[in-house]
């Protein structure tokens, strides 16, 4: 069964546009800032995503770039102003962030209370904790989600996880534990991927590499969350599974386009509500 994303996503925005509208009644105008360095393309994918996401349940955006060649210094200038702006309830950086930039330095300016993708060192300390009144990042959260509506239990389920990132790979591991899941973290030196994999019966892909995972890395009826976006030759968006072998063996799996990223947009969209309503305790 193909999983779509925007099905899960359509769910979500109703109750959201409700919650938009209850602050707007009360004068209150969610609003997010998108940040955003240099042309990465995935960058430029999701933040146009999550921007159409957003407004369409009613909430403002703030388009913010910035050149890719930026110093540090004036980064850091600029990413204040906008952290210390009272009419901003939520920020999303988008990342990878060049190389140049000292991404720690810049997550640990973040206000915790503005950090809808929860990079901050205190939001990452709260999802490590189980604290469920931290914000979670969106995307391992978007693929909790649509585990959540298959109406699969994560207690005792083997999860294999490939990709280690602060991004995807390390909070989606900590929230897997958290549901009493039994995880194995994979990355560039897992030494046999394929039988880490196939021992699995939750795979989730989150590597950056296209068609990384193939039928054989998969066992039968296993689901499959692709969480990869990678920009083809032909301007066309892949994901880190080969989805045209895996479908065949997979009991469910996500596509790209039109899988997590739908839902993690609508997560973003729930996080900026939810950091409104904080603000004003409502």
């Known amino acids: 069964m193909v999983i779509k994303g925007s099905d899960i996503a359509r769910q979500m925005e109703k109750n959201l546009r409700q919650e938009v509208t209850r602050l707007k009644e009360r004068k209150i105008m969610p609003t997010a800032a998108i940040v955003r360095v240099g042309e ?3 960058c430029i994918v999701y933040g146009r995503s999550a921007e159409k996401k957003l407004e369409a349940v009613g909430i403002s955006v703030r388009r913010v770039a910035f050149p890719g060649d930026i110093a540090q210094g004036a980064f850091m200038e600029e990413f204040k102003k906008i952290n210390n702006d009272p009419e901003i309830h939520g920020i999303l950086l988008l990342r990878p962030l060049p190389l140049h930039l000292d991404e720690k330095a810049i997550s640990a300016e973040v206000n915790p209370l503005k950090d809808v993708d929860a990079i901050s060192p205190m939001n990452m300390y709260k999802v490590m904790a189980g604290d469920i009144t931290a914000f979670s990042p969106c995307t391992p959260e978007a693929v909790i989600d649509i585990i ?4 699969i239990g994560l207690e005792g389920k083997k999860v294999a996880i490939m990709g280690a990132s602060m991004v995807v790979g390390l909070p989606l591991f900590l929230l897997m534990l958290n549901r009493n899941a039994t995880c194995v973290q994979c990355h560039i030196h897992t030494k046999d991927l394929a039988k880490e994999c196939g021992d699995a019966e939750i795979v989730v892909v989150a590597a950056g590499k296209r068609g990384l995972i193939r039928s054989e890395h998969i066992a039968p009826r296993a689901i499959v969350i ?5 920009v083809g030759e032909d301007g066309r968006l892949y994901g880190d599974v080969s989805f045209e072998e895996v479908v065949l063996k997979a009991g469910y799996i996500t596509p790209v386009p039109g899988g997590v ?11 900026v509500v939810k950091a409104a309503k904080m603000l004003y305790a409502v």
């Open 40 to 42: 990465n393309p995935s």
């Open 261 to 271: 990223g739908a839902v993690t947009s609508a997560v973003l969209a729930s996080h």
């Open 148 to 151: 959540d509506y298959l109406g």
């Open 226 to 230: 692709d969480v990869g976006i990678n």
